[in-house]
């Protein structure tokens, strides 16, 4: 009866062993695939990449005739540059408005269905936007292509 005890306590304490032994190796094997990622990710980063940001718009000198509530709040700009340039602007790109100043950007004026509106394209905007940008990205396009401003109603 000793002997059926004495073996059950071994079993026991070998499979403990044994999980202790599986649970270091799945440790291990975590931290070297956690570490091998990270590098992946540092290399991929170095690399030429494309990505789209959305960046808040705050307009400047906006005219008398445009209704300043009905304009848009944001624009997508794509843009290429590294991964380290992109990383980077797309946390300080939220925080970070572009201007669109009405004294240096044409707007033209068209009637929708009765309706007085204003528009300006986007691409007239890119040296803008580029030179408000951190260096380090060149901008691609931007989205919308064409802005539309409302006329205030009397």
């Given at each position: 009866m000793k002997?059926?005890?004495?073996?059950?306590?071994?079993?026991v304490s070998g499979n403990s062993l044994g999980n202790?032994?599986?649970?270091?190796k799945l440790a291990v094997f975590s931290v070297f695939l956690?570490?091998?990622?990270?590098?992946?990710?540092?290399?991929?980063l170095g690399k030429e990449i494309e990505a789209d940001i959305k960046y808040p718009v705050v307009y400047r000198n906006i005219p008398d005739s445009i209704d300043p509530d009905k304009m848009p709040q944001r624009v997508t700009?794509?843009?290429n540059g590294t991964g380290f340039s992109i990383l980077?602007?797309?946390?300080?790109?939220?925080?970070?408005?572009?201007?669109?100043?009405?004294?240096r950007v044409?707007?033209?004026?068209?009637?929708?269905?009765g309706e007085e509106k204003y528009y300006s394209i986007t691409s007239g905007m890119e040296s803008s936007f580029s030179s408000q940008i951190k260096?380090?990205?060149r901008i691609s396009s931007v989205?919308?292509?064409?802005?539309?401003?409302?006329?205030?109603?009397?």
């Open positions: 002997q059926t005890e004495n073996i059950t306590e071994k079993k202790k032994l599986t649970n270091r956690l570490l091998s990622f990270f590098f992946w990710y540092l290399d991929a700009l794509f843009l980077r602007l797309k946390f300080t790109g939220k925080s970070n408005p572009v201007i669109v100043d009405f004294d044409s707007c033209k004026k068209y009637n929708d269905k260096p380090g990205c989205s919308p292509d064409t802005l539309i401003f409302f006329a205030k109603t009397e």
